[in-house]
């Protein structure tokens, strides 16, 4: 359980209201990310877990809709601030919530308090070095394919996590890093891309929700 007079008096946030499926949330942002910046290196210092991005909408709707026994146990990466962990959790699917960021873990779990969902998990997940020992029948994530670095980080995440015959479902913006990792997976996955397009703040946003599923004969990873 969070402990939110602490949460308050460290970090300024302001609120932002989801509804889903007729279902209201509420959640905790920073009110300013230039704290969480690391400006010597903006590339990979920019904390992408600091806001929510439109793809993530999608991808908690989807979720939302989709009965807990089609799902099953659920592994989210990359959670942020907790918008598709914690919507997922509320329509009575089995999640854990996992990031790199103390920060993101801290709103992460404020979000889940203010929103009454104490059932979900969340804990820290390295991409790099993976300590979790559990497997999941579904992974998913949004926005976690934002730099085609992490292919292979992303890749061994799958491998070592899903459950034989579990799937993978992915959100994201379309940009050239998420095609070019989307290209690569299809090595190892069956992939299945739906298109959307979001309304964000000044124009509407192209979207892909994308469902994989590992093949049959794996190729070793090169």
Same mark, same amino acid.
């Given at each position: 359980?969070?402990?939110?007079?602490?949460?308050?008096?460290?970090?300024?946030?302001e609120n932002?209201?989801?509804?889903?499926?007729g279902?209201?949330?509420?959640?905790l942002?920073?009110k300013k990310?230039d704290?969480f &910046?690391?400006?010597?290196?903006?590339?990979?210092g920019f904390?992408?877990?600091?806001k929510?991005w439109?793809?993530?909408w999608?991808?908690a709707e989807?979720?939302?809709?989709?009965?807990p026994?089609?799902?099953?146990? &659920?592994l989210?990466?990359g959670s942020?601030?907790?918008?598709?962990?914690?919507?997922a959790?509320?329509?009575?699917h089995d999640?854990?919530m996992t990031e790199?960021?103390?920060?993101a873990?801290?709103?992460?779990a404020a979000?889940?308090e203010i929103?009454?969902?104490?059932?979900?998990?969340i804990c820290?997940?390295?991409?790099h070095?993976?300590?979790?020992e559990?497997k999941?029948d579904?992974?998913?994530?949004?926005?976690?394919?934002?730099h085609e670095?992490d292919y292979?980080?992303l890749l061994?995440?799958?491998?070592?996590?899903?459950?034989p015959?579990?799937?993978v479902?992915l959100?994201?913006g379309?940009r050239?890093?998420?095609l070019n990792?989307l290209?690569?997976?299809?090595?190892y996955?069956d992939?299945?891309?739906?298109?959307?397009?979001?309304r964000?703040?000044?124009s509407?946003?192209?979207?892909v929700?994308c469902h994989?599923?590992?093949?049959?004969?794996e190729v070793?990873i090169s």
């Amino acid at each position: 359980m969070a402990d939110l007079a602490s949460f308050y008096r460290k970090y300024g946030t302001e609120n932002k209201d989801l509804t889903i499926r007729g279902r209201q949330f509420n959640f905790l942002v920073p009110k300013k990310i230039d704290p969480f &910046i690391n400006f010597e290196n903006i590339v990979h210092g920019f904390p992408l877990w600091a806001k929510i991005w439109e793809p993530s909408w999608i991808l908690a709707e989807h979720v939302a809709k989709t009965p807990p026994s089609r799902l099953n146990k &659920i592994l989210e990466i990359g959670s942020g601030i907790g918008v598709v962990g914690i919507v997922a959790a509320s329509f009575g699917h089995d999640v854990t919530m996992t990031e790199y960021d103390e920060n993101a873990l801290q709103f992460a779990a404020a979000n889940a308090e203010i929103n009454h969902c104490s059932e979900v998990k969340i804990c820290r997940l390295d991409w790099h070095r993976p300590q979790l020992e559990d497997k999941f029948d579904s992974i998913i994530g949004s926005e976690v394919t934002f730099h085609e670095r992490d292919y292979n980080s992303l890749l061994n995440l799958f491998r070592i996590y899903l459950k034989p015959h579990g799937r993978v479902i992915l959100a994201s913006g379309v940009r050239q890093s998420v095609l070019n990792i989307l290209r690569r997976m299809h090595r190892y996955f069956d992939v299945q891309i739906n298109k959307y397009s979001i309304r964000g703040e000044d124009s509407r946003i192209p979207a892909v929700l994308c469902h994989m599923s590992p093949k049959e004969a794996e190729v070793k990873i090169s």
